[in-house]
């Protein structure tokens, strides 16, 4: 069963606006949720993780995230865009199994952001 | 501080070659270690994790193996390399429980021709 989904294949906004990348948990227990940031030809970098208390995330670069249990989301924000964050990001679930820890992926949504 | 290190970073070999890609994390003890797949430079796939020495997981069947000679070297394996082998490979670390981030490495593009 899919535990994460990132509906947008692609997100385009323009410098300077602010952006929104989406993910939505499947409701099964309590949601461990995280986002990572991939540039082209690189590992993925850690942005920002819910594990429990507040809603509202901070990350890194200026990101954050929101999670939303009656909605079950996990959106990513940044108020103002820029070219720099043009890159793929997934979003992902931890799930815990005896004794490990294991994370699942969404399929990732490929943010450009023009000049 | 934590560093994760992978290599080679590319590697192109034909198909039937053996295969050795290693991982290797600085400044932490007993971490938790993972190989991913990237295929088509989207989805991740969990192939392995260990959470000790000689402590090997497999999540899918497949023509690879790892290893974990050492607390924090990971290794990936192959004897006989197939086509569909190719992709990037990216190796993870954790500090092991409850609900800690998993850092990632480089990673390693391997093309199989």
């Known amino acids: 069963a899919q535990s994460v989904a990132q509906p947008e294949d692609q997100v385009n906004v323009a410098e300077g606006n602010p952006l929104t990348v989406k993910c939505t948990y499947s409701?099964?227990?309590?949601?461990?949720l995280f986002w990572y940031v991939q540039y082209p030809n690189r590992g993925l970098q850690f942005l920002l993780k819910y594990i429990t208390g507040d809603n509202l995330v901070k990350g890194s670069y200026g990101f954050e995230a929101e999670f939303n249990k009656s909605q079950t989301s996990f959106h990513l924000k940044k108020p103002s865009a820029l070219v720099s964050d043009s890159a793929l990001y997934f979003c992902?679930?931890?799930?815990?199994?005896?004794?490990?820890?294991?994370?699942?992926f969404g399929t990732g949504t490929r943010l450009l952001v023009s000049p | 501080s934590q560093t994760i290190h992978q290599w080679p970073a590319t590697l192109v070999q034909p198909v039937g070659s053996p295969l050795s890609l290693e991982c290797t994390v600085e400044g932490t003890s007993n971490p938790n270690l993972y190989w991913y797949r990237q295929a088509a430079g989207r989805g991740l796939q969990l192939l392995f994790y260990s959470v000790g020495i000689g402590q090997i997981s497999s999540e899918v069947p497949q023509n690879l193996s790892a290893s974990r000679p050492q607390d924090r070297q990971f290794i990936l394996s192959s004897k006989k390399l197939l086509l569909s082998d190719s992709g990037f490979y990216l190796c993870a670390w954790s500090e092991g429980v409850s609900t800690d981030t998993q850092y990632f490495g480089p990673g390693t593009r391997l093309t199989v021709l």
């Open positions: 409701v099964s227990g309590n949601p461990y």
């Open positions: 992902a679930r931890l799930l815990m199994n005896t004794g490990f820890q294991k994370l699942v």
